[in-house]
């Protein structure tokens, strides 16, 4: 297992979240998706749909960053 830092930027994902940013168990060849599945099981379905549009791909208006780079998949 690894641990991912994940920060909900703006007030309103804190406000779904509860939290500002927390640290995330994901498996060691956990994609993006996983991630995103995992905080979506422990925060509820409401963060499903500000992260994910109906396609069930990652929202336009949603930004992911990992180590410095923008990270579009």
């Given at each position: ?18 939290v500002s940013e927390e640290e995330v168990a994901v498996g060691e ?45």
């Open positions: 297992m690894i641990r991912v830092r994940v920060k909900y930027i703006p007030e309103i994902l804190q406000s779904v979240t509860r060849n956990a994609t993006l998706r996983d991630l995103i599945e995992t905080i979506i099981n422990a925060h509820g379905e409401k963060l499903r749909a500000w992260l994910l549009s109906e396609k069930r791909e990652l929202a336009e208006n949603v930004l992911v960053i990992v180590n410095g780079e923008v990270v579009t998949k």
